[in-house]
């Protein structure tokens, strides 16, 4: 989940998992799974760092929470 502004300043969150696709246009387009469209304020290389930095902390979450399990049982 990332947060992400939209044109008219209103912030809100997205499921990353649902994009499908960005266009800069200049505004950046995001183009979600069902084809829904988002016309967003952050440019694209943004909304891919914000992305990538969000599926990092997932993933060492992951990885915590199995060594922290493995360690009990």
Not at 42 to 64: M, N, P, Y
């Amino acid at each position: 989940m990332i947060w992400l502004t939209r044109m008219n300043g209103k912030k809100f969150v997205l499921n990353c998992d649902l994009i499908r696709s960005m266009e800069s246009t200049p505004d950046t387009v995001i183009t979600l799974t069902q084809g829904e469209k988002l016309m967003v304020r952050e440019d694209a290389e943004a909304i891919v760092r914000l992305t990538l930095e969000f599926k990092r902390k997932i993933s060492q979450a992951d990885v915590s929470f199995s060594i922290s399990a493995k360690s009990e049982g």
